[in-house]
């Protein structure tokens, strides 16, 4: 029986490793970024904001 509930764990669980990593993953960094990048103009506000996400990506 311990067999069978690890078979149907693994039958289980690879698929969704699978699902999240090339379909699910990509497209909550497609809503997360954006959303976050929102929330921080929401914070700081608009100037602010594009200062703080200017001074982000400044490479010295």
């Known amino acids: 029986m311990n067999f069978f509930k690890r078979v149907i764990g693994y039958v289980l669980f690879l698929p969704f490793i699978g699902f999240y990593s090339c379909m699910l993953g990509p497209l909550l960094k497609g809503i997360l970024i ?26 010295k």
Do not use: H
């Open 34 to 59: 954006p959303g976050g990048l929102i929330m921080l103009w929401l914070i700081l506000g608009p100037k602010e904001g594009y200062l703080a996400l200017k001074k982000a990506f400044i490479t």
